[in-house]
């Protein structure tokens, strides 16, 4: 029965997310962008449930993402590679970043590790500044190309950006990563692998006591966060034809926090709920940018105050009720 | 060389002010206030506003800042840290929950005194030399109130009934509690010394630095590297940090006038800490 209920739920999700929505906006661009922009972002912020579930806060997702755009806009710009590869070239490199950075300093736990994963952001930025032969510098990379066709056998498999709709392009190609990459963190969770995180999440020291391998779990998790952001990062990097410095910063990586505990960090889910719940209820209150960092900084010390555990603690999830309900982690 | 070092240690001074309030808070309820750099940045408007555009003497808008944020630190732990940390057992919460807060206190810094960098004329003008090292009588006035703020908090600390509170507190607060200590009390008190800290170094830092509203984050971070260097949690920690940090970052922009002194601070610092987790003086985690 909860199979059947998962599947409508899921197919339901589906059918509004890739036709119902591309076809409400389909003449309005600017709605479909940010849209497209809202599912780039929840993709970012999924890693940090990840490093949430396993009990640590990331607060250099900002950084992460950083790498992933300015690998794929080096690997375009510079190498002259097709979007394609220099995506998932972008995922490699910041992968493989994670987890120079992360052997090291996983061991770091609680307030000492986003302490230190803060300033990563910063390093990321300053790197992007300093290494201006790579990157140049605080002008960044401009035009970018859009992302060509892709063919095999002489069937187009996809189109040529620039030959089609460029908006709803973006917005299924940004549709597919999302799903691609929710699917995938709904596997991990549920698999062995899962209840390996949620150990650690519950106490690293027990678990490793068990046999638990627990430093090769927490450079795991690090690596798929990562690779979120930087799969990410090349995303919106293209969407917006250049990349900066300040494309994603601290303030960024607080955001990514706080739509994950918007949408609540009981269910994996809660990161797309998040994002889409806050980004889109921003985008409707028009002429409030200025007080954007107010608004969002009040709703998240309101959501400390009255809503700790998130929206979809609300009512029973709506989608994917199989999962497993997480207990308050004792510190 | 020596001008080198002078800079470093009057910049490690007023850093090592910086992250004793952001020690004490830590040490005392295991929360990391991110909001330190921006309370700190408030203090330095408070006394912009007091000593730059009402023409009083500068000792009163010290005072006034380190009265405001006295104020300010009370009212965060009573309306925002004392109800969220009594309910949840999380420590996500207390952490974002301290984001929140220094995100509400940067925009509204931003709305209300604008982006415009704001500077006040010199409290005494006029530059000692020493030996070749030319010392700014403004510098060594920075460096002389820092010095006496934290000896002045060392020695509260040290002999005083409340210093002794908050050090029990800080070792074991339910213990503490067994013993008499009103720790909702004295949590509050923490807090207001905390923040009249960071908003007695803005305050300082004023007539020769200036202010922003975009300061804090940077601040902040600035602050988690020395807390990192000197070891969470330790007052002989924060002030080592601090100064380490200060005589650094001087020798960095000597060497390297570009952009890359604190890309090579960060990278020490991922290498320093895979070698010592826990800092110059820090506890173990």
Not at chain 2, 146 to 169: D, E, H, N, Q, W
Request: hydrophobic share 55%; glycine share 12%; with cysteine.
């Amino acid at each position: 029965m909860a199979k059947v209920k998962t599947a409508l739920g899921a197919s339901l999700f589906l059918l509004v997310y890739l036709v119902l929505i591309p076809w409400l906006f389909r003449d309005q661009p600017y709605r479909l962008g940010v849209l497209t922009t809202a599912s780039v972002l929840s993709l970012i912020s999924a890693g940090v449930w990840l490093m949430f579930y396993i009990g640590r806060i990331n607060m250099g997702q900002g950084g992460f993402a950083l790498v992933g755009g300015y690998a794929a806009a080096i690997l375009v710009s510079k190498l002259g590679l097709s979007f394609w590869v220099a995506l998932i070239g972008a995922g490699f490199i910041t992968v493989v970043i994670s987890i120079l950075v992360g052997l090291p300093l996983l061991r770091l736990k609680g307030v000492y590790f986003s302490m230190i994963t803060l300033s990563l952001t910063e390093t990321a930025r300053l790197a992007a500044q300093s290494l201006s032969s790579l990157t140049n510098g605080t002008k960044g990379i401009l035009n970018l190309p859009l992302p060509g066709a892709v063919e095999i056998a002489g069937f187009t498999l996809i189109p040529d950006f620039a030959s089609v709709d460029k908006h709803f392009a973006f917005y299924f190609l940004g549709a597919f990563l999302t799903i691609l990459g929710f699917a995938a963190l709904y596997r991990v969770v549920n698999s062995r692998l899962g209840w390996l995180f949620r150990s650690l999440q519950q106490n690293e020291d027990l678990a490793s006591s068990f046999g638990v391998d627990v430093p090769r779990l927490r450079v795991i998790a690090l690596a798929i966060c990562a690779l979120f952001a930087g799969i990410g990062g090349a995303f919106f990097v293209t969407m917006q034809q250049s990349v900066y410095p300040a494309t994603f910063t601290f303030q960024d990586s607080t955001y990514f926090l706080l739509y994950c505990f918007l949408g609540g960090l009981g269910s994996v889910w809660g990161a797309f709920v998040g994002t889409f719940v806050l980004f889109l209820s921003f985008e409707m209150l028009q002429g409030l940018n200025q007080y954007q960092p107010l608004i969002y900084s009040l709703i998240m010390i309101g959501m400390m105050l009255w809503l700790p555990n998130g929206l979809l603690s609300i009512k029973p999830p709506f989608f994917g009720p199989g999962e497993p309900k997480k207990e308050e982690a004792r510190p | 060389m020596g001008q080198v070092l002078f800079n470093g240690m009057y910049t490690g001074v007023q850093y090592s002010l910086i992250a004793l309030g952001l020690t004490l808070i830590f040490s005392l309820m295991n929360v990391l206030n991110f909001a330190h750099g921006q309370l700190y940045v408030l203090g330095g408007f408070v006394t912009y506003y007091v000593y730059g555009g009402m023409k009083l003497p500068f000792f009163a808008a010290l005072l006034a800042s380190a009265l405001t944020l006295a104020a300010v630190g009370c009212l965060f732990q009573i309306f925002f840290f004392r109800p969220v940390m009594r309910r949840s057992v999380r420590e996500e919460s207390s952490m974002l929950l301290s984001a929140g807060t220094a995100m509400m206190v940067e925009s509204l810094v931003l709305i209300f005194f604008g982006e415009k960098h704001r500077g006040v004329p010199a409290v005494v003008n006029g530059v000692y030399e020493l030996g070749g090292v030319f010392v700014p009588k403004g510098r060594l006035l920075v460096m002389g109130l820092s010095f006496l703020c934290m000896v002045a908090f060392i020695l509260f600390m040290r002999y005083t009934k409340p210093g002794r509170a908050l050090r029990a507190m800080a070792q074991d607060s339910e213990t503490a509690c067994l013993m008499g200590v009103n720790t909702a009390r004295y949590a509050i008190l923490g807090w207001a010394l905390a923040a009249m800290l960071a908003g007695i170094a803005g305050a300082i830092l004023v007539p020769i630095s200036g202010v922003n509203s975009g300061l804090g984050n940077w601040i902040s971070i600035k602050t988690f590297i020395m807390v990192m260097i000197g070891g969470a949690g330790v007052i002989s920690g924060a002030i080592a940090g601090g100064l380490v940090l200060g005589i650094i970052e001087s020798l960095g922009y000597h060497f390297f006038p570009g952009g890359e002194t604190y890309l090579i601070i960060f990278v020490g610092l991922i290498v320093f800490l895979a070698v010592r987790p826990n800092g110059l003086m820090g506890k173990a985690v």
